[in-house]
């Protein structure tokens, strides 16, 4: 079946400027995640998302990220007024939930740089 | 707090050489472990897991990891390494309940393989 699918593959952008990342996730996955991956930090854990509902957003470094999710599969992640620290690989993964079947299965990522 | 730490940023094998990658994690409880393995532009691949019960588990590509609780570690184990395995490799720890969703992620191990 399908997997993990991310939009768009890469994305360059100004600084100042908005930028929205998009990810499709296994179908019939409950759970969905976002990372970020960079040179310096290394794997770093965004926002975990149970259904449309965001239990877990203690990973957004700034008011300037935020995400939605909707419909239970979609989701898309924004980034406000970039920055260059921004630049980085956008991971998204998915997951079912309970019962030990929490295994996240990533997408391929965005990469963004911000000039 | 809960953390992984791989000790080894790169290693070098030489090809049909064996392989093992050092993982240690800090965890309160019984914890969800995972190796992912990243190539060069790639995502993450789920290389083998351990929820619960025997604690040598096998996953693809001939890897196999060994759970030992009274050493904190999860290390992975390959008996003959190829060149196709020169990649990173990225050891986890799932930390799941109540509002928490996510993956604490070592800093990875970067493989080479000499021929």
Known sequence: GAGVSQSPSNKVTEKGKDVELRCDPISGHTALYWYRQSLGQGLEFLIYFQGNSAPDKSGLPSDRFSAERTGGSVSTLTIQRTQQEDSAVYLCASSLLGQGQETQYFGPGTRLLVL | ?115
């Open chain 2, 1 to 115: 707090a809960q953390s992984v730490t791989q000790p080894d940023i790169h290693i070098t094998v030489s090809e049909g050489a064996s392989l093992e990658l050092r993982c240690n994690y800090s965890y309160g409880a019984t914890p969800y472990l995972f190796w992912y393995v990243q190539s060069p532009g790639q995502g993450l691949q789920l290389l083998l897991k351990y929820f619960s019960g025997d604690t040598l588990v096998q996953g693809i590509k001939g890897f196999e990891a060994e759970f030992k609780r009274s050493q904190s570690s999860f290390n992975l184990r390959k008996p003959s390494v190829h060149w196709s395995d020169a990649a990173e490799y990225f050891c986890a720890v799932g930390v799941y309940g109540g509002s928490q969703g996510n993956l604490i992620f070592g800093k990875g191990t970067k493989l080479s393989v000499k021929p």
